[in-house]
């Protein structure tokens, strides 16, 4: 009957995905006291939401995203990068993140961006290249 049928066309549960992200490092993307680039760690966050990422702040974020994103964490990674460098990490995305979010750990924060977002959906492999340079951080 019908329900045979149905259940032919399901594949199982959501799968994870498997992201891979590339940082990049550029020329000013986080000035040190005597003005040479300092390396920077990125915090990438597994997300079911961004809202709650989109409107905390970064000392939130960089101190404890656990408490600012509530129930929106599903987990984190880092990732560092030298000044004219580049770094790689593949990550294990569970199915019920909806996105990525990127959090640049730079000295200054103020009047760059430091925070960026990427999504991804169930079962795909997929590459994200994220850029760090003088305006902060973009993906």
């Known amino acids: 009957g019908a329900t045979g049928l149905l259940a032919a066309c399901q594949s199982g549960p959501p799968k994870p995905s498997a992201v891979t992200v590339n940082l990049t490092g550029a020329a000013g993307m986080n000035p040190g006291p005597g003005g040479g680039d300092r390396p920077v760690t990125v915090l990438v966050m597994r997300l079911r939401s ?9 000392f939130a974020l960089q101190g404890d995203a656990g408490s600012a ?9 880092q990732i560092s990068v ?3 460098k580049t770094a790689s990490k593949t ?17 200054e924060p103020g009047g760059r961006s430091w925070r960026t977002t990427k999504s991804v959906s169930p079962g795909s492999k997929v590459t994200v290249n994220v850029t760090l340079g003088s ?5």
């Not at 961004?50 to 970064?58: E, L, M, Q, R, V």
């Not at 990550?91 to 750990?105: K, N, Q, R, S, Y």
Request: glycine share 20%.
């Open 50 to 58: 961004t809202g709650k990422f989109n409107s905390a702040d970064y």
């Open 91 to 107: 990550i294990t995305v569970e199915p019920d993140a909806a996105a990525l979010g990127f959090v640049a750990l730079v000295r």
């Open 135 to 139: 305006g902060g951080i973009s993906a």
């Open 69 to 77: 994103l509530g129930g929106d964490l599903i987990g984190s990674d």
């Open 82 to 84: 030298g000044p004219g």
